[in-house]
């Protein structure tokens, strides 16, 4: 069954391919008539064929899959919008943590996991105040919009265990780093250039959940 699962999510992906790139340019151009180019509509379809594919590997056959599907679809679209114009948009990031709650909601509610409820909802809670603390502490850091998907990432990460979440938070703030130094090395930026700072944040939230699959 999950890998039939896994097949669909692929599928479903692929078919959201079009849909999810024409978001994505329309919100990083503020412009509702906006049109992807034929390369990000492959890139965006591939992407998110393998966001919803990973997520009923992760989760295996149960309630919660849906949340790791939205998280999927929804980081398809944050990832390309921060990428293009350096900002994270609520649109996106809200209505995923809800849905994500949601879900993990009726998991919890269909399997008893009420205690991974509970710490999905401590985590986000605590991983909004660290982010917003840092925020303070250095506003040229971390945006609006990374405090708000480090919720999000707390929420569905913490889900899984703390360990999970710590483990994504560095593994996002490393590869950050690294592709900074990357592109400071390759002439592409400078020592006060500003870095999108979401992709680093859910490819390491990526991998510290495969690193932790099957989840089930």
């Not at 399997?111 to 982010?131: E, F, N």
Request: aromatic residues 6%; proline residues 5%.
């Amino acid at each position: 069954m999950t890998g039939l699962l896994i097949a669909v999510g692929a599928a479903v992906g692929l078919l959201l391919g079009p849909w999810l790139a024409a978001v994505t340019v329309r919100l990083a151009d503020r412009d509702p008539a906006a049109r992807p180019s034929a390369a990000r509509v492959a890139v965006t379809a591939v992407l998110a064929g393998g966001a919803l594919a990973a997520a009923p590997a992760l989760t295996g056959v149960r309630p919660a899959v849906l949340a790791f599907a939205w998280l999927g679809a929804a980081a398809v679209v944050l990832a390309g919008v921060d990428l293009a114009v350096h900002r994270l948009p609520d649109r996106v990031t809200g209505p995923a943590a809800g849905g994500c709650a949601l879900a993990l909601l009726g998991d919890a509610f269909v399997l008893d996991s009420w205690g991974a409820l509970l710490r999905a909802l401590a985590a986000a809670a605590a991983a909004y105040l660290l982010g917003t603390a840092a925020r303070l502490v250095q506003p040229s850091g971390l945006g609006g919009g990374d405090v708000k998907l480090v919720a999000l990432l707390g929420l569905v990460l913490g889900w899984v265990g703390w360990g999970v979440l710590l483990a994504g938070v560095f593994a996002g703030l490393l590869i950050g780093a690294l592709g900074s130094l990357l592109l400071i090395a390759l002439g592409r930026a400078g020592w006060r250039t500003a870095i999108a700072f979401g992709p680093p944040l859910l490819v390491g939230g990526y991998v510290a959940l495969l690193l932790a699959a099957p989840l089930a």
